[in-house]
């Protein structure tokens, strides 16, 4: 296990690394939750566009409580697992590109867990009216990898935080496929 979280941190600061001053608003900009409300909106009137009002509305309230429990999911692991984020980790003290700190703990990310989620869970309500759909996983990719940027997460966080949304998606849309 030391050598993975090794691994981990090697490819951390190679990543980090190759952030370059200009591009610094671009993440920054990126990794802010309400700069892709928009991005939600667009969703929901999706959904409301291409479905029945019932299914609209189940969806709408589905998309919502995924958000909710992947949160409150990602918060347990978090301070159960107690890992310290690479902004704060002593061991790593100016060998990383820090733009933003937070002060809860890492491992697993919460804006890779909700970014997949609400992602793979519109793919999978949307995909049979809309064929560009999966166009909409840039986003959780470009979120994600934003965090390493920033210098608040490891790949790791972000792989099982994605792997997490991702199979919270494919059990809602399963659970709602049922209700309907």
């Given at each position: 296990m030391d050598q993975i979280l090794d691994w981990d941190k090697e490819l951390f600061l190679y990543l980090n690394g190759l952030s370059h001053l200009q591009w610094d608003y671009f993440w920054l900009l990126v990794t802010r939750i309400e700069n892709w409300i928009p991005l939600y909106i667009l969703f929901f009137f999706l959904y409301w566009k291409k479905l029945s009002r019932k299914k609209a509305l189940l969806a709408t309230v589905s998309t919502l409580i995924l958000m909710g429990l992947t949160l409150g999911i990602t918060t347990l692991v978090k301070n159960v697992v107690t890992r310290i984020r690479p902004s704060n980790e002593p061991d790593l003290n100016g060998?990383?590109?820090?733009?933003?700190?937070?002060?809860?703990?890492?491992?697993?990310?919460?804006?890779?867990?909700?970014?997949?989620?609400?992602?793979?869970?519109?793919?999978?309500?949307?995909?049979?009216?809309?064929?560009?759909?999966?166009?909409?996983?840039?986003?959780?990719?470009?979120?994600?990898?934003?965090?390493?940027?920033?210098?608040?997460?490891?790949?790791?966080?972000?792989?099982?935080?994605a792997i997490v949304g991702i199979l919270l998606a494919v059990i809602s849309r399963k659970l709602l496929r049922s209700i309907i």
């Open positions: 060998l990383v590109r820090v733009l933003q700190t937070n002060v809860d703990f890492s491992f697993f990310s919460g804006h890779s867990a909700v970014s997949f989620a609400v992602s793979v869970f519109v793919i999978l309500i949307l995909k049979q009216h809309i064929k560009w759909i999966w166009i909409i996983l840039i986003w959780p990719f470009l979120f994600a990898m934003s965090r390493i940027f920033v210098g608040v997460h490891y790949p790791s966080d972000l792989f099982v935080g």
